[in-house]
């Protein structure tokens, strides 16, 4: 079958692999000048990466790291320390660090947690642990039901101490979704924590050794177009038309620089793009129908990725960090991290703000000096005093709309990715997948999104589309 899947990012190049592995032929269709929508990248003049976000891979993904070893690509990821890294705001320059030892789970990170002395005491950290117990006795179904409350509201009703909230749960929901925990659904923080404690490696993070448009994204395509398929960019869909039943009868693509429009037909038609352009590009007479009406309850959450390259290293610590900055999220020194950006004499901090709500719509040159206000905090010696180090250059890059604002309430509106049109699905980390609003949701919907449409139209097979629930043996254990 031919399928024709709108939107480049890893959802759409996800499904289009496995529909290649089945024996499809996909053609994706990006609208954007570069692959990979949320995890896009790009060179400045200098020859510097700069990119949509940043990036962590966790043990937790299990759909990514397959798909990592179906290219024969792990080796990319590279592993670090098994710990989680917050800043202390009190005490300026210092950090707090959970040390996950290397034994079962859920004894590991609990380990983790009871050796910290830093950030809790031995009365809160007995109250944490009993009020997590539900969340992992009870199961899925419990995470998912806690919809309803708010991440505070949950911590609440479980007696957990304010200040683990303030200590943990901040950093831990600004990282995690971009927002605040009185904001946040209690399902989405609740369904990483089970994660973190049921798998041995869920914690672990590990970062891409190069861009991910071209250490990630290509290898995808390649693979692809090595099956038949076809991958273009610059083709922004204008138009999803209709036949008299309703059905789609093409995908016009919308003509570039005085060209003509484009008609795109296919056996079978994917929306990859985002749940805010999926909404802007819905036909008209598929808005009568409560499947789609349903979209109006998701939209994405506005994101801010900086890059700030420095004259002189600020740091040499090699992981992601917890900023408990009021501004910031968390950010690491890329050229400590990843080995394409690796400077042995300059640092280039990658940062996220968040929540950005109240920053999208201001100057790069007013974001980039608050966020300067709170790294002279975190980084106190290097950027204070009477010798700061110099800010050399910086990039901006802001998403209006991110992943979906995972706000009490959304799961109902999350869409499955087969939908009421025959010939029409849907892929996305808003559509229903247990992972959420992440990479390992993307790739996950996609993949299902194929698996739809082989159990419907097979070709070849579909052992490829198995749907892996723990990581895979050999991800970060060996790493």
Known sequence: ????????????????????????????????????GLVAAWKDSDGDWYEAG???????????????????????????QHTLIFNQPEKPGTLSRFDVPDIPAPFNVIASILRNNDMLTWEQKIKFAIGLLPAVVRGQKYVEDMDKYTLIEWLRRQGVDERVNSDIFIAASKALTFINPDEV??????????????????????????????RLCQPIVDHITSGGGEVRLNAPLKEIMLNVDGTVKAFVIRGLNGAADEIITADLYVSAMSVDVMKVMLPKPWQSIEFFQKLEGLS???????????????????????????????????????????????????LVLAPAKDWIDK?????????????????????????????????????????????????????????????????????????????????????????????????????????????????????
């Open 1 to 36: 079958m031919r399928v024709a899947i709108a939107g480049a990012g890893l959802a759409g190049l996800s499904c289009a692999k496995y529909l290649t592995d089945a024996g499809h032929t996909p053609i994706v269709l990006e609208s954007q000048n570069v692959l990979g």
């Open 54 to 80: 940043l990036h962590a891979f966790f043990g937790a993904y299990p759909n990514m790291l397959q798909l990592l070893k179906e290219l024969q690509i792990e080796d990319r990821l590279q592993w670090k």
């Open 185 to 214: 659904s209690a399902t989405i923080l609740l369904t990483a924590l089970n994660r973190f404690l049921q798998e041995r490696y869920g914690s672990k993070i590990a970062f891409l050794d190069g861009s991910p448009t071209e």
């Open 300 to 350: 994405g959450v506005p994101v801010i990725n900086l890059h700030l390259w420095f004259d002189r290293k600020l740091t040499d610590i090699d992981h992601l960090l917890f900023s408990r900055s009021p501004l910031l999220s968390v950010y690491a020194d890329m050229s400590n991290t990843c080995r394409e950006y690796a400077n042995s004499d300059r640092s280039m901090l990658e």
């Open 363 to 479: 100057s790069d040159e007013e974001i980039v000096s608050a966020s300067l206000v709170e790294l002279k905090k975190l980084f106190p010696d290097d950027l204070g005093g009477d010798n700061p180090a110099k800010l050399l250059k910086y990039h901006v890059v802001k998403t209006p709309r991110s992943v979906y604002t995972a706000i009490p309430g959304r799961q109902q509106y999350r869409p499955t990715q087969v939908t009421p049109i025959k010939n029409f699905y849907l892929a996305g980390s808003y559509t229903m997948q247990r992972y959420l609003g992440s990479m390992e949701g993307a790739v996950l919907s996609g993949k299902l999104t194929a698996q739809a449409i082989s159990e419907v139209h097979p070709e070849v097979n579909s052992s490829s589309l198995q749907t892996p629930t723990r990581p895979p043996a050999t991800n970060a254990a060996t790493a």
